[in-house]
Structure formats: C-alpha cells, structure tokens
C-alpha cells in the first residue's frame, strides 16, 4: 500500500501555477479596460454638453436657416406666471429659439427624414417627393386629381350669397 508521500508527482497543467497577466485592454494595448471606459464616459458628456457650449461661448458659425422664424421674446419671472404653467412654456420657446447648433440639428434631422424615411416635415405644408425628387404640394396634387372639388349643391349655394351682395 502506497502512502501519499510515495504518489508521483506530475508537471503542472496548463494554466496551473501560472501567474494572471495584467489586463491589457484588448483595444489600445497596454490600456486598461477602466481608463477607456473613463475616456468614453468624458468624451459623451462632451458630446452632450456641445449645445450648451455653443449657447454660452459661441465657437462655430451657425448655419442660417431660411424660411419663417419667430423670435421669442425673453420671458419674465411672475409667480402668477410659474403657478399656472405660462413661464415654463415661455422660457422653452426662448431657449429652443437660442439653443446652440440648432441650425446644424434641424438640417441634419431634415436630411435624414429626406435620406431614409423620403419625407419633408414643414409645419404648415405638405410636400411630396415626386419622381427624380421633386417636390410637390399636396393641395396642387389634390387639386389636379380632383379630390377638393365642392358639390354642385355648394357652388350655386355661394352663387346665391354673392348674389344678395
């Protein structure tokens, strides 16, 4: 019978009595996983912070967006105003008109909606993309078309009040 001290020793498998390496991060080398979690983290709320950046201390030209804008105008702090909810609304219009990169959202968003969905949001106009990408009302297509047309009925009952004029 064979004790334990007599049981032969085997060389160690692979991986056993191995010391770990350092984590080397895979991506960068010698980097570790932490700091290019960290270097993420930083360059996100950078990323977030730009329009604020913008707004306070401008560093790019803004684009200029043509078409019809209105101006809000700076709101002014009443209670009155805070109690029934009028100050809040006022202060998002005026921040929404003065939000650094607006122009270069609302032209990125614009074209996107064109590129993928082939849509054109405007607030008071439909547009259509026709063929080859031209643009069309929706009145002037519903027009053509014939869909907007008024009953008889309608037309000789505005004949008659332009009668009595």
Not at 3 to 23: A, K, M, N, V, W
Not at 93 to 101: E, F, H, P, Q, V
Request: aromatic share 10%; charged share 20%.
């Amino acid at each position: 019978m064979k004790t334990i001290s007599e049981t032969p020793s085997y060389p160690p498998c692979q991986g056993e009595g191995l010391t770990p390496r350092p984590d080397k991060g895979g991506a960068g080398g010698g980097f570790p996983r932490e700091a290019w979690i960290s270097v993420l983290i930083l360059l996100f709320l950078l990323l977030i912070s730009l329009p604020l950046l913008q707004t306070l201390h401008p560093f790019l030209p803004e684009p200029i967006l043509n078409g019809v804008t209105q101006t809000a105008p700076k709101p002014v702090f009443r209670l009155e105003n805070w109690l029934n909810g009028t100050l809040q609304t006022q202060i998002e219009n005026w921040l929404d008109a003065r939000m650094g990169l607006r122009g270069y959202f609302v032209k990125t968003d614009n074209q996107l909606n064109f590129w993928l969905f082939h849509e054109i949001h405007q607030k008071n106009t439909r547009l259509v993309v026709g063929k080859e990408n031209y643009l069309y009302e929706r009145n002037y297509l519903e027009t053509y078309n014939g869909q907007d047309h008024k009953p008889l009925s309608a037309l000789e009952e505005r004949v008659k009040q332009l009668k009595t004029l």
